[in-house]
């Protein structure tokens, strides 16, 4: 029997209840690795969980916002004492807070920078100093946005914090190489998940404007992932792979 590509690998994916996050995980379950998988919602956590589970694979549940320092350590130490180790972060999770610039409140540009930011930024921090005890290296994988390469209207915040993630990947190159730890970004463009067909037109624009013809779906954009944090990607880091058929070549408005 060939060796499935993550197997004995150790992975957490956060805002995983769902939707690309969920995608993400299952398909690293499938592949042998073992699975913390994060929501800001318990009951999506559990569901997902349970998913996983039933299927047959190793996924752990930790609930709550990755904001928090609490949650971050509960997830690495969950990773460590579940199953002895930790390999691979996906920080997914992300918050989007539509708004026109010019009364933009400070209260959302606050959360969309702490989820998507300094969630990001202190779980790589602690994931990288258990890669670092453990001596054998890691991948960190941060969810962009094809908004951190074009603007869109009412997402000034959003978008300056998915272009930042692009940049901290970069410049944690210089810091992480060292430890054998590689970080990329992937940047999904329109991608169909449970919010966004919330929207009863979603797919039908973005199949007008999107050059392939199609949105994403989860798995498109999980491939990459899967990719970008796989042993064939170890000589790639601080880049960004955008997923969007071909959406940002053009970059027509959905509006």
């Not at 042998?32 to 996924?59: F, H, Q, Y």
């Not at 999770?93 to 969309?112: C, E, H, M, N, W």
């Not at 054998?180 to 037109?201: H, K, Y």
Request: hydrophobic share 45%.
């Amino acid at each position: 029997m060939a060796k499935k590509s993550f197997e004995s690998k150790v992975a957490i994916v956060t805002g995983a209840g769902q939707g690309i996050g969920f995608e993400i995980a299952r398909q690293l379950v499938a592949e042998g690795a073992s699975v913390i998988l994060n929501d800001l919602d318990p009951d999506l956590a559990a569901a997902a969980e349970k998913s996983i589970r039933d299927a047959g694979g190793n996924c752990t549940a930790v609930a709550g916002n990755t904001a928090d320092d609490q949650i971050i350590s509960a997830m690495i130490n969950t990773a460590v004492k579940v199953y002895g180790r930790l390999d691979i972060v996906i920080a997914n999770a992300g918050i989007t807070l539509f708004g026109d610039f010019l009364d933009y409140p400070r209260k959302s540009f606050q959360a969309v920078l702490d989820v998507n930011l300094g969630g990001t930024f202190f779980l790589a921090q602690a994931a990288a100093q258990q890669m670092n005890k453990q001596g054998s290296g890691g991948s960190l994988l941060f969810t962009s946005s094809v908004t951190g390469h074009q603007a869109h209207k009412g997402l000034a915040a959003y978008g300056m914090t998915k272009a930042a993630l692009e940049m901290l990947a970069k410049n944690l190159v210089i810091e992480l190489s060292p430890h054998q730890i590689n970080v990329n970004t992937v940047a999904p463009g329109a991608t169909l998940t449970e919010r966004t067909l919330e929207d009863a037109n979603y797919e039908k624009v973005w199949s007008g404007i999107t050059p392939m013809g199609r949105p994403a779906s989860t798995l498109d954009i999980a491939n990459a992932v899967l990719f970008m944090v796989s042993d064939k990607a170890r000589h790639i880091t601080g880049q960004s792979l955008v997923v969007d058929g071909g959406w940002t070549a053009v970059s027509p408005p959905p509006y």
